[in-house]
């Protein structure tokens, strides 16, 4: 295995053996939040990568936009500091999620709502409606299994609004193949594309080479899709 593909080092979260069918994945995730996140293998000062496909997106500042799997990211900064008014932050861990609104001021809290819920055995995620934008990074490639993918896959389309967008980045064909003790499932724009399907429309994509706080780096694959 190549350097990028292993998990050498235990800043980037990577060194634990355990598969995903041997574990609680909400105390697995809880668990990893426990660390300082500026150290954790995915932590970001800035979601500009992000932020310039959010910005193609088009929508307006009060329309919905979730963040899918959130943990603890600098995007619900980033959103509330252009002005977005109407985020859903979600995540398997509440911890992740306190993170980020222990960061927020009284008026930037109301803003943002919270949603702890298992993509995977979902059920608030199930209300969703009206999406404009759903975005996830780094949380779709931990789904290895079919029947997940499918669950997934029902949530996005029933809440993404006709028209509206959807914005996937995940480890691409060169990029790593476990984190965080985890398998994963490596994606370029194509894979991504067959499995939203026809009625998903790629507007644009990149890949990008992410550097951890290691100094190791993650290729991804960003995407962008318009649903019809
Ligand atoms: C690699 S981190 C990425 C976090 C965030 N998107 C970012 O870019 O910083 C993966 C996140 O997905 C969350 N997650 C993993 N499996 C999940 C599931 N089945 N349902 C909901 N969230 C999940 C984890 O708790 C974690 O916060």
Known sequence: MSEKNSCS??????????????????????????????????????AKESMGLIAKATISKDEKIIDIGS?????????????????????????????????????????????????????????????????????????????DRQTYFNLLDNAVASGKYVIIATFNLTGAERCSGLPVQQYDEKGIAKFLGENYQLIEFFDFDYTMPNGGVRPYVYTLFRKK
């Open 9 to 46: 080092n235990e800043l980037d979260n990577c060194n634990s053996a355990k598969e995903t069918t041997e574990i609680n994945l909400q105390n697995h995730w809880e668990k990893s939040y426990e660390k300082d996140t500026t150290q954790l293998g995915w932590y970001q000062e800035s």
């Open 71 to 147: 943990g603890s990211s600098i995007l619900i900064d980033d959103l509330l500091d252009v002005g977005y008014s109407n985020i859903i932050a979600s995540d398997i861990s509440a911890s992740a999620l306190q993170n980020t609104k222990n960061r927020l001021s009284e008026e930037e809290l109301t803003r943002v709502s919270w949603m702890t819920d298992d993509l995977t055995e979902p059920t608030e995620l199930k209300s969703l409606s009206n999406i404009a934008i759903w975005h996830d990074r780094a949380v779709f490639h931990f789904l290895t299994k079919e029947k």
